[in-house]
């Protein structure tokens, strides 16, 4: 169910350039009841008004009176640019959670291919089923452009290290190679379908046995689904959430 409460920043991290993490505390002890994969309505000041943007829940913990947000700084953006001069302490108002983006059946299977800031409600989600200690095979592969950019290397590293049964790539599309690094083995280079694809092929794994969650811009969450569709993937085993 949908309700109003505030929230005050507690923490924010700068997590490259373009990217910040921000952890809320609710106020007045309101428990925020959501599941992994929704999102909030945040109340943006703009003159004498409030303007909806909606931010999905980057974080599952079972407290309920924190949460965190995965925010891109959108040149000009009003909503991202309010998160990023936001100080400790500050309070926002939010509405939610709202959203069907959610985890579907508890013994099936699951790969989630994310882009950018779309990893925002997939990480509640891993996390979610990581807490569950989930007993089926689940994989993440991760779209971002370059590797300077990267974080949440060791975060996933500690999830995988929790639930043997999770295992993640991070898909570099911009970059030409892959230098000798320590990390390598989560590393690979291309489109997120693409490696989708190398993996499932030398792990011998069949499509259909997964369901299968995207989250990232319109365009390249649009993309992806017919990609799947192309595989032969059943419909029904198709779940999004479009930024
Ligand atoms: C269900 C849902 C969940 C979402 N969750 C997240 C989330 O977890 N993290 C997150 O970062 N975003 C998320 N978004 C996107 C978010 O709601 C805003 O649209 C985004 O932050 C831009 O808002 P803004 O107010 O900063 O920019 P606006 O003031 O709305 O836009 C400013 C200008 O930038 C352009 N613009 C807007 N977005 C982009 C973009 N991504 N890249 C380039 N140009 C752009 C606009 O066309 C406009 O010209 C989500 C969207 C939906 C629908």
Redesign the pocket.
């Known amino acids: 169910m949908i309700k109003n409460f505030s929230a005050v920043l507690k923490n924010k991290i700068f997590l490259n350039e373009k990217i910040i993490y921000l952890n809320f505390q609710t106020t007045n002890d309101f428990k925020l009841e959501y599941q992994a994969g929704q999102?909030l309505i945040a109340k943006?000041p703009k003159d004498n008004q409030k303007l909806n943007?909606?931010?999905?829940i980057?974080s599952y913990n079972n407290d309920k009176t924190s949460f965190d947000?995965?925010?891109?700084i959108?040149?000009?953006?009003?909503?991202?640019?309010y998160f990023k001069n936001l100080n400790i302490g500050e309070k926002t108002e939010f509405a939610g959670p709202a959203?069907i983006f959610t985890l579907k059946n508890q013994k099936t299977a699951k790969v989630f291919l994310a882009t950018g800031?779309g990893l925002?409600?997939i990480k509640a989600m891993i996390e979610k089923l990581i807490f569950d200690k989930f007993s089926c095979p689940f994989y993440l592969f991760w779209g971002i452009k370059y590797k300077k950019s990267l974080y949440f290397l060791n975060e996933f590293k500690n999830l995988k290290n929790k639930n043997k049964n999770f295992d993640f790539k991070i898909c570099f599309s911009q970059e030409k190679e892959i230098k000798n690094d320590e990390n390598k083995n989560f590393f690979d280079l291309g489109r997120v379908n693409k490696c989708l694809v190398d993996y499932f092929k030398n792990k011998d794994l069949i499509y259909n046995d997964f369901e299968y969650y995207i989250c990232g811009?319109r365009e390249i969450t649009d993309s992806l689904k017919n990609f799947l569709i192309s595989l032969n993937i059943n419909k029904n085993q198709i779940f999004f959430?479009?930024?």
């Open positions: 999102y943006i943007r909606l931010y999905s980057a947000l995965l925010i891109e959108v040149d000009n953006g009003l909503g991202s640019n959203g800031t925002a409600p811009s959430e479009k930024f």
